[in-house]
């Protein structure tokens, strides 16, 4: 089953720009992982936030939470032609599961 | 951060047999271990949870005889992929769960590529 549901399915944007992801999940959770995966290989790590937690950055990264809403987002500034690849939010339970939404195909144009 | 490892990277194989694929902890001891699968341009599903020294559990709809799971060691579980069939093509993922200060995180695999001809 899948907790988490990512829109847009799919994002376009100019090199440069801003990009933004959502996630909405059904259940509460102990923390969400976003992850990246480039085209037909394996996940990359990119944050975690903890339920407790409202926004954390990484670098160009930064994530929100809102519990009330059962939602974050992801968003990436500067956008770079490396940032090309699916992201998908993922989320803890608490019962050691990670289960993951559909994913967003993000593709950034020159 | 620990390292998985999976084994083999890719597979291609007929109808009909059976493939085996391993997933390594390489650097620390992982009580639980999970199998997921992707199908192409799809999300990853959550297939089974397995448990050290205990049988799997399989997530609702996956067949727990057609993808057998052994977890005979802290650092290794395997799937094995009995009788594939062309629909069992797929991008086969691992993760390997470490207890730590803030609780547990999972380690993710680099993938197995699996193609029934």
């Known amino acids: 089953s899948q907790q988490g549901e990512e829109d847009p399915q799919a994002l376009s944007i100019q090199e440069g720009e801003n990009a933004t992801m959502n996630c909405s999940y059904k259940t509460s959770i102990n923390n969400l992982q976003w992850y990246r995966q480039n085209s037909g290989r394996g996940l990359v790590h990119l944050i975690l936030i903890r339920s407790n937690e409202r926004e954390k950055h990484s670098g160009r990264l930064r994530v929100t939470l809102d519990t009330s809403k059962k939602s974050s987002s992801l968003l990436i500034t500067a956008s770079r032609a490396a940032d090309t690849a699916s992201y998908f939010c993922a989320t803890d339970r608490g019962d050691d599961k990670i289960i993951f939404g559909k994913g967003t195909r993000l593709h950034i144009l020159p | 951060g620990a390292v998985v490892s999976q084994h083999p990277s890719w597979v291609i194989c007929k109808s009909g047999t059976s493939v085996k694929i391993e997933c390594r902890s390489l650097d620390f001891q992982a009580t639980t271990m999970f199998w997921y699968r992707q199908f192409p341009k799809q999300s990853l599903m959550l297939m089974a949870t397995s448990n050290e020294g205990s049988k799997a559990t399989y997530e609702q709809g996956v067949e727990k005889d057609k993808f057998l799971i052994n977890h005979a060691s802290l650092t290794l579980s395997t799937l094995t992929v009995t009788s594939a069939h062309p629909e069992d093509s797929s991008f086969y993922i691992c993760?390997?769960?470490?207890?730590?200060?803030?609780?547990?995180?999972?380690?993710f695999g680099p993938g197995t590529r699996l193609t029934v001809l």
């Open positions: 993760s390997a769960s470490q207890l730590g200060i803030g609780g547990s995180e999972q380690f």
